[in-house]
């Protein structure tokens, strides 16, 4: 499967962006799907999870209450709503795909775990 992310930008704490990644090739319902970033200068974090057919979420501490996983199987696509975003927030956004049998386990937060990546977007949020 190919992933494309899209819908980063420039935006003011406070503010909301919603990042898309569309996704090619078959079976994109059969894959987990999360979403990591990666601040300037810092190693790549885990940010989202949601399940094949989207009924189960998770989410780290920092970003639970602020933002939401859904996907779209139809469409192919998985989505990131980012409400009240902080300049900590400020990083290039990925989506991944991976096969793993439960979202809740650690290993599900880990980015060697996924075998497919999108290209990033990036996110600027400014103080």
């Known amino acids: 499967v190919q992933l494309q992310a899209s819908g980063g930008g420039l935006v003011q704490a406070g503010g909301s962006l919603r990042l898309s990644c569309a996704a090619s090739?078959?079976?994109?319902?059969?894959?987990?799907m999360a979403w990591f970033r990666q601040p300037p200068g810092k190693e790549r974090e885990f940010v989202s999870i949601?399940?094949?057919?989207?009924?189960?979420?998770d989410y780290p501490d920092s970003v639970k209450g602020r933002f939401t996983i859904s996907r779209d199987n139809a469409k192919n696509t998985v989505y990131l709503q980012m409400n009240s975003l902080k300049p900590e927030d400020t990083a290039v956004y990925f989506c991944?795909?991976?096969?793993?049998?439960?979202?809740?386990?650690?290993?599900?937060?880990?980015?060697?775990?996924?075998?497919?990546w999108g290209q990033g977007t990036l996110v600027t949020v400014s103080s």
């Open positions: 949601i399940s094949r057919i989207g009924t189960s979420t």
């Open positions: 991944a795909a991976a096969s793993i049998a439960t979202i809740y386990s650690p290993p599900a937060r880990a980015p060697s775990r996924y075998q497919y």
């Open positions: 090739g078959r079976y994109f319902s059969s894959y987990v």
